[in-house]
Nanobody, 128 residues
Framework: QVQLVESGGGLVQDGGSLRLACTFSGGFFSNYIFGWFRQSPGKEREFVAAIRWDGRNTNYADSVKDRFTISRDNAKKTVNLQMNNLKPEDTAVYYC?????????????????????WGQGTQVTVAS
């Protein structure tokens, strides 16, 4: 019943910006931690960012810290990922995940297996 749909991916130049969106339906938005992950061919799904169910805390992978910002809009039931200063190594399919969880533990929310639902992914390509 819960559905997540990512949008906003595309092709940008090195140093450019994109804003991804993850729209949520079929459940209670404020019950979920949301995470953004990315996956490149031949690699494991990699943690990018997460936001607490109430939006009071966020966390980022070291590789994107100070460049990416995760946020949530309760009225729109949407989680966003603002990506600035994009680099070729950011190229990947980006996925939004939702976890029904009321504890905020980094060792949990950085793991793809912790998430209950996933979107279809959106391709981000940064020209090298």
């Amino acid at each position: 019943q819960v559905q997540l749909v990512e949008s906003g991916g595309g092709l940008v130049q090195d140093g450019g910006s994109l804003r991804l969106a993850c729209t949520f339906s079929g459940g209670f938005f404020s019950n979920y931690i949301f995470g953004w992950f990315r996956q490149s061919p031949g690699k494991e799904r990699e943690f990018v960012a997460a936001i607490r169910w109430d939006g009071r805390n966020t966390n980022y992978a070291d590789s994107v810290k100070d460049r990416f910002t995760i946020s949530r809009d309760n009225a729109k039931k949407t989680v966003n990922l603002q990506m600035n200063n994009l680099k070729p190594e950011d190229t990947a399919v980006y996925y939004c995940g939702a976890m029904r969880q009321f504890t905020w533990v980094r060792t949990v929310y950085i793991l793809p297996a912790s998430y209950d639902y996933w979107g279809q992914g959106t391709q981000v390509t940064v020209a090298s």
